[in-house]
């Protein structure tokens, strides 16, 4: 399962745009990539999903570049509940592999 | 609107004792899975299962069993805590339709003293 790095922690402030980058160099080409949102005292929640180029939901856009060994997730003007731990996955069909994550903070 | 439901949000424990952790979906899913969360190391997968008495190890099964007799419902067995069994507990259900999307309960935080 390919291993995925992504930055531990970041800040930001209301109303600006947030681009958590996450490397996945050994990605296969079966793999997907799936972000996570968890919030504190709460299970993970699932963001957004991809294969190559950009996803977009209500929530926030996901970008592949062609090579897929990394994934951006953005998240537009983001506000204070988004203040969360963010998870980057990779992987087929069955096992997720969640890592550290990165824990995002917003400030007013 | 889904729902994953966890036995118990608190749970304190002896060393030594049998603990039961419940699950229950209303999602009709045949998978479920129950993870561990530890500060600084993410979540780790414990057991799943792909179908009703089916089951599988995960990365971290040691000291750990599982039941699934219903569809709705899987239950992690610590057959004698330990205080390294001390953690978060989630479990998560998935649909056939969206491997990558799993649904998680709200937690339950174990102390084992």
């Known amino acids: 399962l390919a291993k995925t790095t992504q930055p531990i922690s970041m800040d930001s402030y209301e109303g600006q745009e947030v681009n958590i980058t996450c490397s996945h160099n050994n990605i296969a080409t079966n793999d997907y990539i799936t972000w996570y949102q968890q919030f504190p005292s709460q299970g993970p929640r699932f963001i957004i999903q991809g294969y190559k180029t950009k996803v977009t939901n209500e929530v926030a856009s996901l970008f592949i570049p062609a090579d897929r060994k990394s994934s951006t997730l953005s998240l537009p003007r983001v506000s204070l509940s988004d203040t969360a731990v963010y998870y980057c996955?990779?992987?087929?069909?069955?096992?997720?592999?969640f890592g550290t994550g990165t824990r995002l903070q917003v400030f007013p | 609107d889904v729902k994953v439901t966890q036995s118990s949000r608190y749970l304190v424990k002896r060393t030594g004792e049998k603990v039961f952790l419940e699950c229950v979906q209303d999602?009709?899913?045949?998978?479920m899975f129950w993870y561990r969360q530890d500060p600084g190391l993410g979540l780790r997968l414990i057991y799943f299962?792909?179908?009703?008495?089916?089951?599988e190890k995960g990365d971290i099964p040691e000291g750990y069993s599982v039941s699934r007799e219903k569809k709705e419902r899987f239950s992690l067995i610590l057959e004698s805590a330990s205080t390294n069994q001390t953690s978060m507990y989630l479990c998560a259900g998935r649909d056939r339709q969206n491997p990558y999307e799993q649904y998680f309960g709200p937690g339950t935080r174990l102390t084992v003293t």
């Open positions: 999602m009709d899913h045949e998978n």
């Open positions: 996955l990779v992987g087929a069909r069955g096992k997720l592999i």
């Open positions: 299962s792909y179908d009703v008495k089916m089951k």
